[in-house]
């Protein structure tokens, strides 16, 4: 069985910095995907970034961008430019091939100081 | 990517009850899924609803309790069967983010919150 590890409950950064959220993962799959969602009080999920397992460039998204480690099973975010709507739980996930059922992290709530 | 709307957005049920939480979605997706994200906790699968058969359900969720229909290909619901205090959850309905295709990603619904007294 496949799982996520995000050791970090809860990160805070100033305005403007950069921040990295870490995710650790255990599977036997070579292919599978993994993503990185936010989840404001609005509760809405979105998708920050996705990489997929058979790439080595690292994911970006304009300020989000990915340290794809895979013989480590690291996946850790990062956050530049931090701005205050940037506060939200971040949730990283991971998802085997052909199988669209998302295992989710427990999450780390960020927090964007003024 | 495909829109989702979700009904309710949030509802107060009383124990013993049920609810039936819906999903709409404007394109037509192969998969859909209901996840369960529990107070203060992650995201947990139920199930998946299958379109024209019966849903495949996770460790932990049974049909009795949680029955999940799929008439077509941009619709499902979720019904949260005589309800307790334990089912006070965020219901969230995600569907595969390519029409037609699986494996690369889910889009959620705005979910439901569930609110047993």
């Known amino acids: 069985a496949q799982t996520v590890t995000q050791s970090q409950p809860e990160m805070s950064v100033q305005e403007a910095e950069t921040v990295t959220l870490s995710c650790t993962y255990d599977t036997s799959e070579n292919n599978y995907y993994l993503f990185w969602y936010k989840q404001p009080p609005s509760r809405q999920m979105i998708l920050v970034i996705r990489?997929?397992?058979?790439?080595?460039q690292n994911a970006t998204e304009n300020r989000f961008s990915v340290n794809f480690q895979k013989a480590a099973k690291s996946f850790s975010l990062k956050i530049s430019d931090s701005q205050l709507g940037d506060t939200a739980m971040y949730f990283c996930a991971f998802m085997k091939l052909n199988n669209n059922d998302m295992r989710f992290g427990a999450g780390t709530r960020l927090t964007v100081k003024p | 990517s495909a829109v989702i709307s979700q009904k309710p957005s949030r509802d107060i049920c009383q124990r013993g009850t049920s609810l039936t939480i819906q999903c709409q979605v404007d394109?037509?997706?192969?998969?859909m899924f209901w996840y369960r994200q529990q107070p203060g906790q992650s995201l947990t699968l139920i199930a998946t609803?299958?379109?024209?058969?019966?849903?495949?359900?996770e460790s932990g969720f049974v049909i009795d309790k949680f029955p999940i229909s799929r008439p077509n290909l941009t619709f499902s619901t979720l019904t949260v069967s005589n309800m307790s205090p334990e089912d006070s959850s965020i219901y969230l309905c995600?569907?595969?983010?390519?029409?037609?295709?699986?494996?690369?990603?889910?889009?959620f619904g705005q979910g439901t919150r569930l609110t047993v007294v």
């Open positions: 995600s569907v595969d983010s390519i029409p037609g295709q699986g494996g690369y990603g889910v889009n």
């Open positions: 609803a299958n379109q024209g058969s019966e849903a495949t359900y």
């Open positions: 990489q997929e397992a058979y790439k080595q």
């Open positions: 394109s037509q997706v192969t998969m």
